[in-house]
């Protein structure tokens, strides 16, 4: 299973961007997706994350101006990302626990860049 993630970018504070995070490979079911970040000298974070239920988890630092969404049919997650600030400046990676032939798994993908300036 590969995590293929796009969409990061340099903006502005209070402007927008939307990540999507696409998996491909053997896969039985996608029993989440989410988003952490990592900024330097930070620990890797949660951001959010859809379960397979469809329900979701949100830090409290990004919520009601992050919204997280996923297409079943093209195993997709996005992160749509409103007003946004300076602390929100990470690397931002793309998680996913699937359940494949035989074993459950979690997989990364190789981290976007997120910059705001002020």
């Known amino acids: 299973v590969q995590l293929q993630a796009s969409g990061g970018g340099l903006v502005q504070a209070g402007g927008s961007l939307r990540l999507s995070c696409a998996a491909s490979?053997?896969?039985?079911?996608?029993?989440?997706m989410g988003w952490y970040r990592q900024a330097p000298g930070n620990q890797r974070e949660l951001v959010a994350r859809?379960?397979?239920?469809?329900?979701?988890n949100y830090s409290d630092s990004v919520k009601g101006r992050f919204t997280i969404s996923r297409d079943n049919a093209k195993n997709t997650v996005y992160l749509q990302m409103n007003t946004l600030k300076p602390d929100d400046t990470a690397v931002y990676y793309c998680n996913a626990v699937i359940t494949g032939a035989l074993t459950v798994h979690t997989y990364w993908g190789q981290g976007t860049l997120v910059t705001v300036s002020s």
């Open positions: 859809i379960i397979s239920d469809g329900s979701t």
């Open positions: 490979g053997v896969i039985f079911r996608i029993n989440s």
